[in-house]
């Protein structure tokens, strides 16, 4: 069976206890038979390098996606009622490298893509319970901006990349790793050439 390698991705490294918080996601992910990859993985004191370090911090990083067969990105709201924005490249780079596998009919195993998002509520709702929109009916809001009009949790790219390229997932981490070994149980990692 195929050793299954995800990285970790979401908001949660701006934790005050992100490296004991990281360490307790990475235990349950080998609980689960998974290797986890972390960006705190890459030997990088985060909290006291400077900006001269952040292009060695986004190379680590890009280098971990590379390696890792999945991604489980936590989306829920950070800072408003979007998921952070590097966890959203972190998706996005994900499916980007799927969709260049399609177009290039490339035999390389796909990457698989697993959110989760523990806030239920659709994305019309979390935008009123911000205080953007005053009424559920309303289209547009304070800043003068279409609301979305999809029943979705997160924005539709993020959203539908994960529901066709592995699952998107209302229920936490956990679960994400459930489903993980689920598909790899069925044979979902094997190396086969992208559709």
Known sequence: MKQVSVYLAGPDIFRNDAVEFAEEQKAICRGYGLEPQHPFDNNLEIKELGPEFRADIYAADIKQMIACDAIIANVNSFRGVEPDGGTAFEVGWFAGFNAALRVLKAAYPQKRIYC???????YRERVLRAGYITDMKQDIDK?????????MNVNLMIQVAAEEEGAFLMN????????????????????????
């Open 116 to 122: 989760f998002c523990d806030d239920t509520l659709e």
């Open 143 to 151: 800043d003068g901006l279409t609301i979305s009009i999809f029943d």
């Open 172 to 195: 936490g981490f956990e679960d994400c790793l459930k489903r993980i070994v689920a598909d790899r149980d069925a044979g979902l990692f094997e190396d086969k050439a992208a559709a």
